[in-house]
């Protein structure tokens, strides 16, 4: 199992311009997250997923939007880039066990900077 | 809604040595607690969690953690640290049945031989 996979590892973007980071699940997991990481602030959820075509926005939506075509796959796009968006980004997912609560399983992040 | 307060943003201490990383929560509601580690350039993994029962608890790597709730607090404890604990820990709660976790500031452990 690669458990969850980002990329790509490292990406640099001029202001205005728009990409798509991309995470990835062989875990089977119904629910995915995508957080930044900012010195001192600890991780922040930006969306999260609790199933495959559903999302929901988390502490700090602006800027961002999502997409979860399929259960495996969690896209976190940035339209306009902003340089308050330098960050490194991290996707998580988890499973749903009823009755009990869940452990999220990290990717390795994403380094963007927006110059 | 819970939030987290990691007390010390950085903790050094020598080599063999125990240390003490402090975490205070608050929520309205019955909680989960967690402690994560996040080794230098990776990602998060899990270091022991809190559901119910015993409020010690015990993790990877010889680390604890203890739930009180009176004082709403979930320290991290180990009673011998190696050079290889070098880290940013990171405590977590989440609301019993919410599939959302609110993360604390983190604490940078740095171990000196």
């Known amino acids: 199992n690669a458990g969850v996979t980002q990329t790509p590892k490292f990406q640099v973007l001029k202001t205005g311009q728009s990409m798509t980071l991309q995470c990835a699940q062989d875990?089977?997991?119904?629910?995915m997250y995508w957080y930044r990481q900012d010195p001192g602030m600890g991780l922040r959820l930006i969306y999260y997923?609790?199933?495959?075509?559903?999302?929901d926005k988390g502490e700090v939506p602006d800027g961002y939007n999502v997409s979860r075509l399929k259960k495996q796959n969690f896209l976190l796009g940035l339209e306009s880039a902003a340089p308050s968006q330098t960050s490194v980004y991290f996707c998580?997912?988890?499973?749903?066990?009823?009755?009990?609560?869940?452990?999220?399983?990290f990717g390795p992040g994403t380094r963007l900077t927006v110059t | 809604a819970q939030s987290v307060t990691q007390l010390d943003s950085q903790v050094p201490v020598f080599e063999e040595a125990p240390v003490e990383l402090r975490c205070n929560y608050s929520s309205s509601v019955s909680v989960y607690l967690f402690w994560y580690v996040q080794y230098p350039n990776q990602g998060l993994q899990l270091l022991l969690k809190?559901?119910?029962?015993?409020?010690l608890v015990k993790g990877i790597n010889g680390f604890e953690a203890e739930f009180n709730k009176s004082q709403t607090s979930f320290h991290l404890r180990k009673p011998s640290v190696h050079i290889s604990d070098t880290a940013e820990y990171f405590c977590a709660v989440s609301d019993q049945g919410a599939q959302k976790l609110v993360f604390g500031q983190g604490t940078r452990l740095t171990i000196n031989p």
């Open positions: 875990m089977n997991h119904n629910s």
């Open positions: 997923s609790a199933s495959e075509g559903t999302t």
């Open positions: 809190y559901l119910s029962g015993s409020t």
């Open positions: 998580a997912s988890s499973a749903r066990t009823s009755g009990n609560p869940y452990e999220q399983y």
